[in-house]
């Protein structure tokens, strides 16, 4: 079983910045396809990056430009950095997990991720 602990949540400024952690234990880390999800008060989760085993990564639009995913695969930890936030970027985050060499193509689906962390929480304020 995987667990995941998500850290580094807080609140800023629009214009700041904040790296978001996630740390794996359980199997071996580095043959998942790893993501980070957030989820504003009375919206859907949204997928916000992704980082296959090889280090294929992908944004949604939103974010591209402000926000590089990376992970430590010595230390198996995930990250999150998180550069010029936007008020419009106040949500939960979480920090998730797809067993697969490769992420799959197409938009970041929940239903997807096998595993999840349980959020941190993450406001900018204009």
């Known amino acids: 079983q995987l667990q995941l602990v998500e850290s580094g949540g807080g609140s800023v400024q629009a214009g700041g910045s904040l790296r978001l952690s996630c740390a794996a234990s359980?199997?071996?880390?580095?043959?998942?396809?790893m993501g980070w999800f957030r989820q504003a008060p009375v919206k859907e989760r949204e997928g916000v990056a992704r980082?296959?085993?090889?280090?294929?990564?992908s944004y949604v639009d939103s974010v591209k430009g402000r926000f590089t995913i990376s992970k430590d695969n010595a230390k198996n930890i995930l990250y999150l950095q998180m550069n010029s936030l936007k008020p419009e970027d106040t949500a939960m985050y979480y920090c998730?997990?797809?067993?697969?060499?490769?992420?799959?193509?197409?938009?970041?689906?929940?239903?997807?991720?096998?595993?999840w962390g349980q959020g941190t929480q993450v406001t900018v304020s204009s």
């Open positions: 980082i296959d085993s090889v280090g294929n990564t």
């Open positions: 998730a997990a797809e067993r697969r060499y490769f992420c799959s193509g197409g938009p970041m689906r929940a239903g997807e991720f096998d595993y």
């Open positions: 359980g199997y071996t880390y580095s043959w998942y396809c």
